[in-house]
């Protein structure tokens, strides 16, 4: 075993180890195999689900369990998968279909409007102190669409130099009682790409799931990419 195997175990990445939660993600990795079997959820798992599947985010505001990246992998039983916005119109999506779809710069997008205005604000929204951060951020996206565009598909995180464990950091996607896909968290520009150029599928870190979704099987499907399954890939 090696650190370029296992990252979270390089003496550099522990702080980065600590704050993903990762020895907390380890028992419950293990406690769910002892509840629901070798089956069970792992946190941080990569998914592959469509992109035009999903089309509701998790309302994080709407109740109490704001549901973060690091419950990934847990099983949470309720009415949390409820709680659920349309993903028709959201700023991000609008803003990256005006810029790629209609070709309208992002400096004259609703989003950057936004960003700039939080920034006046002291704030540092996507990491962004100043317009210059804005638009080298922007930049990165371009290169990211062009590449996407280019390969067909979302790279997965074990696939980037910034490799961690799994695929934490990815667009972070709850699984509800029927199989809802419930957007949350970052990655939201990565979703936006995935939709415009409607992807066959994109990899996602797995995030909470509710226990009728297990019941009904409904995380095995997703553990396999169609480049791995037997016949035609269908977009």
Known sequence: MSFADHP?????????????????????DWWNRVLYGP??????????????????GYAKDAGKRP???????????????????????????????MHFVEGVPWEQ?????????????????????????????????DRVFEDVQRLGRLLTRAEMPEYF?????????????DGTFLRASG??????IAKILDLPEIPAQLGVVHPQALYMNLLAPLRKSIHHRPGPVVS
């Open 8 to 28: 979270t175990l390089h003496p550099l990445n522990l702080g980065r180890t600590i704050e993903a939660h990762v020895p907390r993600k380890a028992l419950r």
């Open 67 to 97: 549901l973060r990246r690091h419950e990934s992998g847990r099983v949470v039983d309720g009415d949390w998968d409820l709680q659920r916005y349309s993903l028709e119109s959201h700023l991000k999506l609008d803003s990256s279909r």
């Open 187 to 192: 990655g939201m520009h990565r979703f936006a």
């Open 109 to 141: 997008t609703p989003l950057y409007d936004s960003l700039m205005r939080a920034i006046s604000k002291g704030h540092t929204p996507d990491g962004c102190a100043t317009r210059e951060d804005v638009l080298a951020r922007y930049a990165a996206l």
């Open 39 to 56: 089956d069970a959820p792992l946190s941080d798992e990569c998914i592959y689900v469509r992109p035009r599947d999903v089309i509701y």
């Open 165 to 177: 464990r799994r695929e934490h950091g990815g667009i972070l996607i709850h699984l509800g009682r």
